[in-house]
């Protein structure tokens, strides 16, 4: 009886031994599949980070090759005497100082406003970014919309390329790169987001300037003519106002407008613009100029010039353009840019309507001196 009991106790002693090393091994492997997988854990969180940070710095420093690349298609305009008139002037010979603009072709065509420039066939001086300094000559000029071409003679210049600026968003990111007023004509770039798309402001009492992008990016004094670009370093506008009496607002010329002029300088080097020959406003204008009156589309016609295509045609001030060969327009860039793409002597059919009738006037276009 003795012997049986103490083989028991032996054999229990057995049990509770291979118990007790089965639990040991299992709590072993579940540590080392905890360290395991706490490492595996560490490790792809440490990559991530790594791959995050990398990303991020790719990101920055791709964009500052952008911008890098945009200052150096940003010059300096000089002119000492402005002939002829703006809405930008009080008279007609004004002293002007620094301005900026923007190589758009390597062969030297350059962008900015009317009032840096001048009018056509006047001179300016420019300064590149390397302090290489051009005699320029004002090749095309319209005061109505504040732009200016400007030819040096030059070959292998660094451009920037044009967006759409139609595709434009409110609150995209935007930068204005220009050469603010100083001897050592230094660039800056300021950052901010579009804040007003087919804005109108006021310039005086009959002058208005229609469908321009506004900005919160800071404009400096002498960034007129300066850029304003997207994210992919783009060009979608140029500087153009700045509202002295207001925070943070500046505004831009779309850059869609110039495009058929470009397009045909840089081909032909040579631009014929043609003549349709009035002035009108958009229908967000109207307004201001006739509190009673309000049109839902179309072009107010506000002026016909003796000297244009339309004179004496059957359209009379007041009437609304709402078609030009077949196509719709509510803007009057709309319209210029159209009449760009066109040669003088060309035919146009424009829709009229005047009260509740409308009707048809089919012109020759003139030739713009």
């Known amino acids: 009886m003795y012997y049986e009991t103490k083989k028991e106790r032996r054999r229990d002693k057995i049990i509770l031994v291979l118990f007790m090393i089965t639990i040991i091994l299992l709590l072993g492997i579940l540590i080392i599949k905890l360290d395991k997988t706490t490492f595996t854990q560490s490790k792809s969180d440490y990559n991530v980070d790594k791959l995050s940070t990398n990303i991020e710095k790719n990101v920055d420093n791709t964009f500052s090759e952008k911008i890098n690349s945009i200052v150096k298609?940003?010059?300096?305009?000089?002119?000492?005497?402005?002939?002829?008139?703006?809405?930008?002037?009080?008279?007609?010979?004004?002293?002007?100082?620094?301005?900026?603009g923007v190589i758009i072709s390597s062969n030297g065509y350059i962008l900015t406003n009317q009032h840096v420039a001048g009018n056509k066939y006047s001179n300016c001086y420019i300064t590149l970014e390397d302090g290489t300094?051009?005699?320029?000559?004002?090749?095309?000029?319209?005061?109505?919309?504040?732009?200016?071409?400007?030819?040096?003679?030059?070959?292998?210049?660094?451009?920037?390329?044009?967006?759409?600026?139609?595709?434009?968003?409110?609150?995209?990111?935007?930068?204005?790169?220009?050469?603010?007023?100083?001897?050592?004509?230094?660039?800056?770039?300021?950052?901010?987001?579009?804040?007003?798309?087919?804005?109108?402001?006021?310039?005086?009492e009959e002058n208005y300037m229609e469908d321009l992008i506004q900005t919160d990016a800071t404009i400096n004094e002498g960034n007129s003519g300066g850029a304003l670009?997207?994210?992919?370093?783009?060009?979608?506008?140029?500087?153009?106002?700045?509202?002295?009496?207001?925070?943070?607002?500046?505004?831009?010329?779309?850059?869609?407008?110039?495009?058929?002029?470009?397009?045909?300088?840089?081909?032909?080097g040579r631009f014929e613009e043609a003549y349709l020959g009035i002035y009108g406003y958009d229908k967000e204008v109207i307004p201001y100029l006739q509190s009673n009156l309000n049109i839902d589309s179309g072009i107010y016609v506000a002026t016909i010039l003796k000297d244009g295509a339309l004179f004496n045609k059957g359209i009379v001030i007041g009437d609304i353009i709402t078609q030009i060969d077949g196509n719709k327009i509510n803007k009057m860039n709309d319209l210029k840019k159209y009449i760009y793409m066109k040669n003088p002597k060309e035919k146009v059919k424009l829709t009229v309507r005047r009260g509740d009738n409308e009707f048809e006037v089919e012109v020759v276009l003139g030739y713009k001196m």
Do not use: C
């Open 73 to 100: 298609t940003i010059v300096g305009i000089s002119k000492l005497q402005q002939t002829g008139e703006s809405i930008f002037l009080d008279n007609s010979e004004s002293k002007l100082g620094l301005g900026s």
């Open 133 to 204: 300094t051009y005699d320029g000559n004002v090749v095309w000029s319209d005061s109505n919309i504040d732009l200016a071409i400007i030819k040096i003679t030059a070959n292998n210049l660094d451009y920037i390329e044009l967006a759409d600026s139609n595709d434009i968003k409110l609150a995209d990111e935007v930068y204005a790169v220009g050469n603010p007023i100083g001897i050592e004509l230094q660039r800056t770039v300021t950052k901010g987001i579009i804040s007003g798309i087919d804005r109108t402001i006021k310039i005086d």
């Open 229 to 268: 670009v997207n994210m992919k370093g783009e060009l979608i506008g140029i500087n153009t106002v700045k509202i002295s009496d207001a925070e943070g607002i500046g505004f831009a010329v779309p850059v869609n407008i110039i495009k058929p002029i470009l397009e045909k300088l840089i081909k032909n």
